[in-house]
């Protein structure tokens, strides 16, 4: 079992920065692929970004390609999401999630904090 917990979401105007956190509880989140989704309101939850667990092949999602960065540190249980230039488009929350599975699809992942609110303002 392995419980997530994001913070670091907040109101931000287009153009600036946050970095979400996420922390994990288990002592062997280093075996586990993390990834970021968001669901924005009336729209489903998408994949964003991941950072498989055994190497630093990052995956993202087009419309993040170049603006959000996602990094890990396994000595502190923890996945960044860097988020640059934000856009108004970006306002979702955003949800951390783990698997043992390296896939984009949702619904390979057991694992899956509570969400953190990102709202980009005009």
């Known amino acids: 079992q392995v419980q997530l917990a994001e913070s670091g979401g907040g109101l931000v105007q287009a153009g600036g920065s946050l970095r979400l956190s996420c922390v994990a509880t288990?002592?062997?989140?280093?075996?586990?692929?993390v990834a970021w989704f968001r669901q924005a309101p009336g729209k489903e939850r998408e994949f964003v970004a991941l950072?498989?667990?055994?190497?630093?092949?990052?995956v993202y999602e087009d419309s993040v390609k170049g603006r959000f960065t996602i990094t890990r540190d396994d000595h502190q249980n923890t996945v960044y999401l860097q988020m640059d230039s934000l856009k108004p488009e970006d306002t979702a929350v955003y949800y951390c999630?783990?698997?043992?599975?390296?896939?984009?699809?949702?619904?390979?992942?057991?694992?899956w904090g509570h969400g953190t609110q990102v709202t980009v303002s005009t």
């Open positions: 999630a783990a698997s043992r599975s390296l896939v984009k699809n949702q619904s390979a992942y057991p694992y």
């Open positions: 950072f498989p667990w055994y190497d630093q092949t990052t």
């Open positions: 288990r002592s062997s989140f280093s075996i586990y692929n």
